[in-house]
């Protein structure tokens, strides 16, 4: 099992003032202690779950490229680019160009959006459910046609492409790995099947159940199953002085039981480095035998 750390709260104690050195703290430190992930949100605003939208929030591909240049090993992505927020052309490009500048580390997140209220506030495209649902699809295919030495049009419902073209292409080939954000089991789990290289569901009641409904869509389309990363997010919490250690142990435990291979998710207080080092101790080396 792996673990990803998830960079989802940037109001620290300095503010802006000391954003970027406490971010390339937290980056290195994840990097050296063997973290196999770093991701930041695709919002603008910040989320309920963490705070209210006036806290401090960063774009997420600026920031990935920020965090390429303060690390050397860990693998990069947007959990989750909201796929309506950018014309796909644009996000593989953004994608291709962090993948290359990061010596081939980048990964395509990415989901249908979900946060109306910040799409409103900035003018940001959100559309219906069922569009946005068609929109994210056609964005994988033409992420995927580009990430091919192929460029010839693309014509779909909501986007056309004259001409797919993209150079350099991504060093990660056939193409950087793709994630696709939720547990819908109708649509979003058929896409994961379909088109991804990895899931990303919730450590949750239901998990066992989202893991059987994914599987069932991987033999409707012909996919096998075990090909497909199985991540979950959820908070990785060792405790101030490592005292929630070994509950942590035991859920991780339990997790890889179910065939989950990589949980992702928010340090409490990674700000400090004390919790990330912990971690990269106490857990990391434990769970990589799971």
Request: charged residues 20%.
């Amino acid at each position: 099992m792996k673990l990803g750390l998830h960079v989802a709260n940037f109001t620290w104690p300095g503010g802006a003032d000391t954003m970027a050195s406490d971010l390339a703290r937290i980056a290195h430190t994840a990097d050296e202690v063997g973290f196999s992930n770093l991701s930041v949100m695709d919002h603008v605003w910040q989320i309920g779950v963490n705070g209210p939208p006036e806290l401090d929030m960063l774009e997420a591909y600026t920031t990935l490229g920020f965090l390429a240049a303060h690390t050397e090993h860990i693998e990069l992505l947007a959990w989750v680019t909201a796929a309506v927020y950018r014309e796909p052309g644009l996000l593989a490009k953004a994608v291709t160009t962090l993948d290359v500048l990061s010596g081939g580390r980048a990964w395509l997140g990415i989901g249908a959006a979900w946060n109306e209220e910040e799409s409103r506030g900035l003018g940001l495209p959100f559309p219906p459910t069922a569009e946005r649902f068609e929109r994210l699809e056609e964005a994988l295919q033409i992420c995927l046609q580009m990430w091919q030495h192929d460029d010839a049009p693309y014509r779909g419902k909501h986007y056309t492409l004259e001409r797919t073209l993209n150079a350099p292409q991504s060093l990660r080939r056939p193409h950087p790995p793709i994630l696709i954000g939720g547990g819908g089991e109708r649509k979003t789990l058929r896409l994961v099947a379909q088109y991804a290289q990895a899931c990303n569901l919730f450590n949750s009641a239901d998990l066992e159940h989202k893991l059987d409904v994914l599987r069932a869509h991987c033999e409707a389309v012909g996919r096998d199953y075990d090909e497909i990363e199985k991540t979950v997010m959820t908070r990785l919490d060792p405790g101030p002085d490592g005292e929630h250690v070994d509950a942590l142990l035991a859920d991780l435990e339990r997790l890889a039981g179910l065939g989950v291979t990589h949980v992702h998710g928010q340090v409490p207080d990674a700000v400090s480095i004390t919790p990330l080092e912990l971690l990269g101790t106490r857990v990391i080396p434990v769970v990589a035998s799971l």
